[in-house]
């Protein structure tokens, strides 16, 4: 994949910067546009994955709600997105909740704990739904494997009485991670196993995230079909609430090699931005991240760098990239499909600085939407 503008664009971004490719976005949110409107279901935006408020008028256009996990996703629901948030978090603090109450149209909670110490605080408008936990999920690493043994998200079915209590009117499954339709059809089998007897006294059922409906090759048609046979069967409302999928492959971090070091043998090119800081799915997960200029295939080309990172963490590098041609302090290295957890992710490790902000509009030009500096850093602290 090649960032589609030109090169004096390019050259008026400063270093580091996020940048958001706004035809990309919107290409994504036409295929989700059309998947919801097939299947006649609800795709809402999941803040915790993309929650840059600047592209919000955009994703309004397509998508009409979003999901909070948080009083601040609330908030920032209400203000940027003009609309009632669908909450759900894994526990709620009794001093916030009322005020979260009047952010959001529907609230999951994650245990019957939660829902039994707050139901009588909920408004009658606002639809209460339970987390449930199918158990099953192709998510291999366990970070991201809501359905791991012992998970804390959501309740397995032995946990929940024979019937739902009267006021509950949904249930909420999130186990996926940049998955297929494939392993959705296999989730629904293992949930219908579990819950289908609470499936004709409900209203809506939130099948989560994970979705990747805009990664090339997703088998929408599949998608599509078993989402409307699931419809059909139960009658029930279907929400999905991707974040990934909503900015998947929209934008790039723009970064400068700003030294190159070497120990036994192996070079390190040493970027002004921060995998722990400002990427840290790359080490969590892990995830390696295209680079434009090179390949993340260390036998690509003849020249092979590790890339590292600014702060003092010392896994704070990615082994085994290669180029055409030897780096060189000043070089420009530029990591591909970075607007997805990523920006909602950052942190100030070290006092380093957030990387800028910017959107490549459709005429190609680009625009700086943010900076930041040490007040951004000192006000985070006391």
């Keep these: 994949m090649s960032i589609s503008l030109s090169q004096d664009t390019f050259e008026a971004i400063p270093s580091p910067c996020f940048v958001l490719e706004e035809e990309k976005l919107r290409r994504n949110l036409e295929r989700l546009d059309s998947v919801q409107k097939n299947a006649q279901i609800s795709i809402i935006l999941a803040l915790k994955g993309f929650a840059m408020w600047s592209s919000f008028p955009l994703i309004k256009s397509f998508l009409k709600s979003a999901t909070a996990s948080s009083m601040n996703e609330a908030k920032l ?136 409906i805009t990664k090339d090759g997703y088998d929408v048609e599949l998608l599509v079909n078993t989402l409307k046979y699931f419809k059909k069967k139960y009658q029930v409302e279907i929400i999905l609430e991707p974040g990934g999928a909503i900015a998947w492959q929209t934008g790039f971090l723009k970064t400068t090699i700003i030294d190159i070091v070497e120990n036994q043998g192996s ?73 997805h957890y990523t920006m909602v992710k950052t942190t100030t490790f070290n006092g380093i600085d957030h990387p800028s902000i910017g959107v490549i509009g459709a005429d190609d030009r680009f625009e700086l939407l943010k900076t930041f500096t040490y007040q951004d850093y000192r006000d985070k602290l006391s």
């Design 77 to 212: 629901c209400a203000e940027k997105f003009s609309a009632l948030a669908h909450t759900y978090a894994v526990g709620y603090r009794d001093e916030e909740f009322d005020e979260l109450m009047k952010l959001s149209s529907h609230v999951t909670f994650n245990s019957l704990n939660q829902f039994y110490k707050f139901q009588d605080r909920v408004p009658p408008r606002i639809s209460m739904g339970l987390r449930v936990n199918p158990e099953w999920s192709d998510v291999v690493a366990d970070l991201y494997n809501p359905s791991q043994t012992h998970s804390r998200l959501g309740l397995i079915s032995s946990r929940l009485p024979e019937t739902l209590p009267p006021n509950i009117e949904g249930l909420h499954f999130h186990v996926l991670c940049e998955s297929s339709a494939a392993a959705l059809v296999q989730v629904l089998e293992n949930f219908e196993k579990k819950f289908k007897k609470y499936l004709p006294n409900i209203k809506w059922l939130n099948m989560g995230g994970g979705h990747l």
């Design 267 to 339: 070079p390190t090119a040493i970027i002004d931005a921060s995998f722990t800081c400002h990427m840290p799915d790359c080490l969590e997960m892990p995830y390696r991240p295209e680079i434009m200029e090179g390949s993340h295939h260390a036998e690509k080309y003849p020249f092979r760098y590790n890339i590292g990172g600014i702060s003092c963490l010392a896994g704070d590098f990615l082994a085994g990239y290669s180029f055409s041609k030897p780096l060189k302090i000043g070089n420009t290295l530029t990591f591909q499909d970075m607007m």
